[in-house]
């Protein structure tokens, strides 16, 4: 991008066209240059310290006195005088390629694996562009994941973005995993992708979703985004951005179905924060800044499907609620922007149940269009509803018994005790390999109602109960 | 656009950016920025430096890029064609910007609003030699089937004071928007018009008077039209936290309620809930006048991805329109999904602006502005002497679900109608989850003369009736949590019975269903009229010692139970039937205690 301007007025430290010698500050991630050239919002940074070691970086704030520059990698190391910064002209992009899949990148797109990168087929920005809402066709097409919970309840359409809200110490990776393993859309295109990032989560973690991709033999259509926890934390706030870059590449250029875990979440809204509070920003609710809801749409709104193109972007977030706290701003503002939410419980798992997920509270808000006839079964919405309904009122008569006592329960709620317990132990409950299909999964839920009488069963027809009702 | 510089940038901080070097510019002037022009408003001016916001992404633009003035302030195109267009939150087309730029929305392009080589068929209602004042008819456009669009002589012509004589008309004929169809005499000058004007968005359109609210908006929603009733003109909020039905609600609003034009924002929400509305909605059909939903909606999209200012300006852009409408004599419904990411946007600018920040970050005049919004609601009498009304039903999402956050309470201070939605509800698949313990409606003692009317005076009965054992049923469930529910008398058990009933067969309504997802008043009100009975008739039955099991058992309370589902809207009289067996059932089973 040239510039009419003429560069009148620099300071010595000019070293050449856009590059310059000598920071005037340096905050934690962030670089302070001063009389630099007009330096465009947003430009890309190539930073080299005084031993020649490269870093990258981008313009947060721009005016004609100072320059703000953000740096990836970190700052440490870096000295006043010895930082040798150089304007790009352009914002940072990534050299995106399918050759990609198979390989282990850091946040920014660099390989990990120490071999070199192929050829790009083509030069993207990271940070996209939005989606013209007309250009969006509507995501309708069922994922079996072969999971009941989540195939019955809060069902996963291609191209939806599905988060799982869950809290430290549990299974949320395996379950990730599982649906990474056994996801398909019945009779429909199977050119599978995945694409997977890591934000400030531990190695272990990261290598168990290798190890699991290996077994599965699907490791040659992964794409992984490391930035593991003790890499920079400023490399977090960049990585999801490289890693939906890729995956719009292979689903809307290269036609394919990519799936995209982003874990951890949380780590990523940390470092936001830690950038906010280092820029002396006012910050909203928590110390997170006020534009937290806006910066995760941007990456969320990273998903769907586009009219006349084959491929489609499901995204499957994980985020670990602080202390288990919905109302925290990132599960709260998560689930604003997401298409549901996958809830999990630490009740339940401590009663042993895998996975985890409480129904009454995880909802998929494309569920209504993708399931039904012709899509899964006809009876499959009525039994959904019917089953929230139900197990909702097993909360009551629950919390009715540890007050008054099971023996003083009715005969009724003694039913909807027994049924409680075989959807917990039977529907929700499942193994680790277990891959159930849609049909198993409803036959299971209509057992799961058997327990209770008809006359309790209203969200249902008729000719339904007739069909599977005690079956 | 007339080139001429106001300034240069000296400082760019996300859509935020200093300019420096001001010369003329206008408070709230419409500005390009740079040489790729993206669009901005110009909001603070101090000294020879202004600070503007642009409604686009700013990577790329560096100090020293000039900002252009355009001379006028952030408008709105008004004119035939409006109707079944979706634009973004500054009014650009976005159909046409996917056939400019592809997939993805470009920045620096622009389109004009409103179509320009469309040929409409004009119809004039004056003659030349006529006076005509501001806001007045001179003649008339068939937008859509439906809608007979008025094009109006624009209020505030410089030196239009009162009426001004029609020195000449267009004949009947088919013109484009941009074709002058009237010249005006105003002070002995000739003033051309055409069938495009143009309205600053953050300014009020003139109205006549005010008149007092008294005509109800049906909605179709049992809970609503019946419980907590909203009247033409009228404010509503509806705050719910995430997945308890906000946009659901907006959407069946949307479709089913009476009003005749609808301008929908999406504001600051997801991508694909705009295309589930573009999609669905030229195929479902109005159930008055059998024509395509389509034809009486403007939709405004700007996505929770796309820039956050112009988030900010998406609100006034659709009151604008709708108030537009409105002088037109239409009844205009808008929807706003959702308020909060406007207020979230005021706090991000206002942020950026370093600006002393009051509650939660929120910046001090954050009240004003939503009071200014929801004031330009109202039932009017416009300039043309019709009577034309603009009806605003605002979503919240307050964060976390808490109620007691700013935006919940200043909204709450300003609108006279209050649908809170309750995550309990929601997670038992109660649709719509709009609590009836929260919720709240100033409306209903004036409309409830309409309503009234509509029942043989019995609206306003039966509401207080079912009101009040709703709010029996809430201590009566306290007592229940602690002993159980055997421990209550019959009688009073029958309380709870009824209300589940009523809950489960009136307040529940599934929107995919084709017979429930809307209700006509007359079924709405027959029946609450069924339920009513089943609660009269019942509870004498109890008091002569039939036992409730027995009640329950009735094969007619099934019927009740699925009325919602099974009797059609053209044709109730099947509630009738119900009605007449629940009856029989009911003195059969008392008449057993009769005879002793």
Not at chain 2, 392 to 409: C, M, R
């Given at each position: 991008?040239?510039?009419?301007?003429?560069?009148?007025?620099?300071?010595?430290?000019?070293?050449?066209?856009?590059?310059?010698?000598?920071?005037?500050?340096?905050?934690?991630?962030?670089?302070?240059?001063?009389?630099?050239?007009?330096?465009?919002?947003?430009?890309?940074?190539?930073?080299?310290?005084?031993?020649?070691?490269?870093?990258?970086?981008?313009?947060?704030?721009?005016?004609?006195?100072?320059?703000?520059?953000?740096?990836?990698?970190?700052?440490?190391?870096?000295?006043?005088?010895?930082?040798?910064?150089?304007?790009?002209?352009?914002?940072?992009?990534?050299?995106?390629?399918?050759?990609?899949?198979?390989?282990?990148?850091?946040?920014?797109?660099?390989?990990?694996?120490?071999?070199?990168?192929?050829?790009?087929?083509?030069?993207?920005?990271?940070?996209?562009?939005?989606?013209?809402?007309?250009?969006?066709?509507?995501?309708?097409?069922?994922?079996?994941?072969?999971?009941?919970?989540?195939?019955?309840?809060?069902?996963?359409?291609?191209?939806?973005?599905?988060?799982?809200?869950?809290g430290n110490g549990l299974p949320h990776n395996q379950l990730a995993a599982q649906i990474a393993r056994q996801a398909k859309v019945r009779g429909g295109k199977s050119d599978f992708a995945v694409v997977f990032a890591a934000m400030g989560v531990k190695y272990d973690v990261a290598r168990f979703f290798i190890d699991s991709f290996e077994e599965t033999g699907v490791l040659d259509n992964v794409a992984l985004f490391l930035s593991l926890a003790d890499d920079p934390s400023i490399e977090r706030t960049i990585t999801p951005r490289t890693a939906l870059t890729l995956a719009e590449h292979l689903a809307f250029n290269k036609g394919k179905q990519v799936l995209v875990i982003l874990t951890d979440m949380t780590n990523y809204c940390e470092s936001l924060r830690e950038i906010s509070t280092l820029r002396g920003e006012i910050p909203s609710r928590k110390g997170y800044p006020g534009?937290?809801?806006?910066?995760?749409?941007?990456?969320?709104?990273?998903?769907?499907?586009?009219?006349?193109?084959?491929?489609?972007?499901?995204?499957?977030?994980?985020?670990?609620?602080?202390?288990?706290?919905?109302?925290?701003?990132?599960?709260?503002?998560?689930?604003?922007?997401?298409e549901g939410q996958i809830v999990f419980d630490r009740e339940m798992y401590g009663r042993g149940i895998y996975p985890p997920v409480n129904g009454l509270p995880?909802?998929?808000?494309?569920?209504?269009?993708?399931?039904?006839?012709?899509?899964?079964?006809?009876?499959?919405?009525?039994?959904?509803?019917?089953?929230?309904?139900?197990?909702?009122?097993?909360k009551d008569v629950r919390n009715l018994a540890s007050v008054i006592g099971e023996e003083e329960l009715t005969s009724l709620d003694h039913q909807y005790m027994e049924f409680g317990d075989f959807f917990e132990r039977k529907f929700v409950s499942q193994a680790f390999t277990e891959d159930r299909s849609i049909e198993e999964t409803l036959d299971l839920g209509w057992k799961a109602l058997g327990h209770l009488p008809a006359e309790e069963l209203q969200r249902v027809t008729d000719q339904e109960l007739e069909e599977h009702y005690g079956r | 656009m007339q080139v001429r510089i106001v300034g240069q940038v000296k400082r760019v901080n996300g859509p935020v950016i200093t300019v420096k070097g001001i010369t003329d510019a206008m408070m709230m002037e419409l500005v390009n920025v740079g040489e790729q022009k993206l669009v901005g408003e110009l909001v603070k001016l101090s000294g020879n430096e202004a600070v503007v916001q642009v409604y686009e992404d700013a990577t790329g633009i560096a100090p020293g890029d000039n900002v252009y003035g355009t001379g006028m302030p952030l408008s709105v195109e008004l004119g035939p064609g409006l109707i079944g267009t979706i634009y973004d939150g500054i009014q650009r087309p976005l159909e046409e910007l996917k056939e400019a730029c592809g997939d993805y929305i470009r920045r620096g392009i622009n389109r004009p609003s409103v179509n320009r080589s469309k040929i409409w068929r004009f119809e004039p209602v004056i003659a030349a030699g006529q006076e005509i004042g501001p806001g007045m008819v001179i003649g008339t456009v068939l937008e859509t089937e439906r809608v007979v669009h008025k094009i109006l002589v624009p209020p505030g012509l410089p030196g239009m004071k009162q009426k001004a004589r029609v020195v000449s008309v267009a004949p009947a004929g088919s013109y484009t928007v941009e074709h002058i169809v009237c010249t005006l005499d105003i002070q002995g000058a000739e003033v051309p018009l055409s069938m495009l004007q143009r309205w600053p968005i953050r300014i009020p359109r003139p109205?006549?008077?005010?008149?007092?609210?008294?005509?109800?908006?049906?909605?179709?929603?049992?809970?609503?039209?019946?419980?907590?009733?909203?009247?033409?003109?009228?404010?509503?909020?509806?705050?719910?936290?995430?997945?308890?039905?906000?946009?659901?609600?907006?959407?069946?609003?949307?479709?089913?309620?009476?009003?005749?034009?609808?301008?929908?924002?999406?504001?600051?929400?997801?991508?694909?809930?705009?295309?589930?509305v573009l999609r669905e909605f030229p195929h479902l059909i109005d159930p008055r006048t059998g024509r395509s939903l389509m034809e009486r909606t403007i939709l405004i999209a700007n996505t929770s991805n796309m820039p956050v200012s112009a988030r900010e300006a998406s609100i006034y852009t659709g009151i604008t329109l709708a108030e537009y409408y409105r002088d037109q004599g239409f009844h205009v419904a808008i929807m706003a999904d959702s308020t909060s990411r406007w207020a979230e946007a005021l706090r991000e600018l206002s942020g950026r602006m370093e600006e002393m920040p009051a509650e939660e970050g929120f910046p001090a005049y954050l009240p004003t502005r939503v009071a200014e919004f929801y004031e330009r609601a109202g039932y009017m009498k416009t300039l043309?002497?019709?009577?034309?009304?603009?009806?605003?039903?605002?979503?919240?999402?307050?964060?976390?679900?808490?109620?007691?956050?700013?935006?919940?309470?200043?909204?709450?201070?300003?609108?006279?109608?209050?649908?809170?939605?309750?995550?309990?509800?929601?997670?038992?698949r109660h649709y719509p989850a709009i609590s009836w313990l929260d919720s709240y409606s100033e409306y209903v003692d004036e409309v409830s003369a309409w309503w009234d009317q509509k029942s043989d005076g019995m609206w306003r009965k039966s509401r207080t009736e079912i009101m009040e054992l709703l709010q029996k049923e809430v201590r009566l469930q306290q007592i229940v949590k602690l002993v159980g529910p055997?421990?209550?008398?019959?009688?009073?058990?029958?309380?709870?019975?009824?209300?589940?009933?009523?809950?489960?067969?009136?307040?529940?309504?599934?929107?995919?269903?084709?017979?429930?997802?809307?209700?006509?008043?007359?079924?709405?009100?027959?029946?609450?009229?069924?339920?009513?009975?089943?609660?009269?008739?019942?509870?004498?039955?109890?008091?002569?010692?039939?036992?409730?099991?027995?009640?329950?058992?009735?094969?007619?309370?099934?019927?009740?139970?699925?009325?919602?589902?099974?009797?059609?809207?053209?044709?109730?009289?099947?509630?009738?039937?119900?009605?007449?067996r629940l009856e029989r059932s009911l003195s059969q089973l008392g008449g057993i205690y009769d005879e002793k």
């Open positions: 991008m040239m510039r009419n301007n003429p560069l009148v007025g620099l300071d010595q430290k000019l070293v050449s066209g856009r590059e310059y010698v000598g920071a005037s500050r340096i905050d934690g991630p962030l670089v302070y240059m001063r009389n630099t050239h007009p330096v465009g919002y947003g430009e890309l940074v190539e930073c080299m310290d005084s031993a020649g070691i490269r870093r990258t970086g981008q313009v947060l704030d721009t005016s004609d006195s100072v320059v703000v520059v953000q740096l990836f990698e970190g700052t440490s190391g870096l000295t006043l005088p010895g930082t040798r910064m150089r304007f790009m002209g352009e914002p940072l992009t990534l050299d995106v390629s399918e050759q990609m899949l198979g390989r282990v990148m850091n946040g920014l797109g660099h390989p990990r694996d120490g071999a070199a990168l192929p050829k790009g087929e083509e030069e993207l920005d990271v940070n996209g562009l939005p989606v013209n809402p007309t250009a969006r066709e509507y995501p309708r097409d069922f994922i079996q994941t072969g999971i009941s919970v989540i195939d019955g309840l809060t069902t996963l359409i291609q191209g939806q973005k599905l988060p799982i809200f869950s534009y937290l809801y806006s910066n995760l749409a941007e990456l969320y709104e990273r998903s769907g499907k586009i009219t006349g193109r084959d491929g489609s972007i499901t995204q499957l977030p994980i985020l670990t609620m602080p202390n288990d706290d919905i109302g925290h701003p990132i599960p709260d503002l998560t689930g604003y922007i997401t995880s909802l998929s808000r494309l569920m209504k269009d993708g399931i039904g006839e012709g899509m899964t079964r006809a009876d499959h919405p009525h039994l959904a509803n019917q089953l929230f309904a139900s197990y909702s009122h097993v | 109205v006549a008077e005010r008149k007092s609210l008294r005509v109800p908006l049906i909605t179709g929603q049992r809970v609503i039209d019946m419980l907590f009733p909203l009247a033409k003109g009228g404010t509503v909020a509806i705050p719910g936290g995430f997945g308890t039905g906000k946009t659901m609600t907006q959407h069946a609003i949307a479709r089913w309620c009476d009003a005749d034009i609808i301008v929908y924002i999406g504001c600051g929400e997801r991508g694909n809930e705009m295309t589930d043309s002497g019709k009577e034309g009304s603009v009806t605003v039903i605002g979503a919240v999402s307050p964060p976390g679900g808490d109620f007691s956050e700013p935006v919940t309470q200043h909204t709450k201070r300003f609108v006279r109608c209050f649908w809170g939605l309750d995550r309990a509800l929601a997670s038992a055997d421990a209550l008398p019959d009688s009073q058990n029958f309380i709870l019975e009824v209300c589940t009933l009523f809950k489960t067969a009136f307040l529940q309504q599934n929107a995919f269903d084709d017979v429930d997802r809307y209700s006509t008043v007359e079924k709405q009100m027959r029946m609450l009229e069924v339920i009513l009975t089943y609660w009269h008739l019942g509870s004498a039955a109890i008091s002569k010692g039939v036992t409730m099991v027995k009640i329950r058992r009735m094969k007619v309370v099934q019927e009740i139970a699925r009325m919602r589902l099974t009797v059609p809207n053209d044709d109730i009289s099947e509630l009738d039937r119900i009605a007449l």
